[in-house]
């Protein structure tokens, strides 16, 4: 009895372990700003896709909110933070959406199964990959009104990085996949 006790222990902190790692590589992939057109494009959907298929749905699901709690305590990970504010204030602003949107697309990202069928799984990513936007841009919607252009603001200047990120977690799937094992 104590060894399983001891072995359910184990299990948990390696799992809070890993939760915590991929959430400092979320924070690192939000910081980083790679010029791109139309806009700068930062790696935070690349890392979140990853999350989802190396973690699976489960673990994938609480480390990016995990990341999310880091970030509404005030911890600098987002990616306009600390310059556009910190914490709940930024959270809650016009990014919410999006933010809630990796929770989603992480959670869809994992229950997904692979194959070595390159363009069943470029669909499979473009689904998940595309809650972050339905979200993102209804929180917009409602944040600056329906009247504004929010396709054009909350989704357009960001789609070519997306598929450029999409496409690298196509051909990388399988290398991807395999992470898995170690968790």
Do not use: H
């Not at 790692?21 to 980083?32: P, V």
């Not at 959406?97 to 990202?109: E, P, Q, R, S």
Request: charge should be positive.
């Amino acid at each position: 009895m104590e060894f399983v006790k001891s072995f359910k222990q184990t299990k948990l902190i390696k799992y809070m372990f890993i939760a915590l790692l991929g959430s400092i590589l979320l924070a690192l992939s939000a910081k980083i700003k790679i010029p791109f057109y139309p806009v700068p494009m930062t790696m935070q959907t690349l890392v979140v896709l990853c999350i989802g298929i190396c973690f699976g749905w489960k673990l994938g699901m609480v480390t990016i909110s995990l990341y999310l709690f880091e970030g509404i305590i005030g911890m600098p990970v987002f990616s306009g933070t600390p310059e556009k504010g910190l914490g709940i204030v930024y959270f809650t602003g016009p990014t919410m959406g999006y933010l809630i949107g990796f929770i989603v697309t992480g959670f869809v990202a994992g229950k997904f199964n692979y194959d070595n069928n390159l363009i069943n799984n470029f669909f499979k990513l473009v689904f998940a990959t595309s809650f972050i936007y339905i979200l993102g841009m209804l929180w917009l919607g409602n944040l600056i009104g329906w009247d504004k252009p929010i396709f054009t603001l909350g989704a357009q200047p960001f789609l070519l990085a997306e598929l450029f990120k999409i496409l690298i977690v196509t051909f990388a799937l399988n290398q991807i996949k395999k992470f898995r094992k170690f968790i």
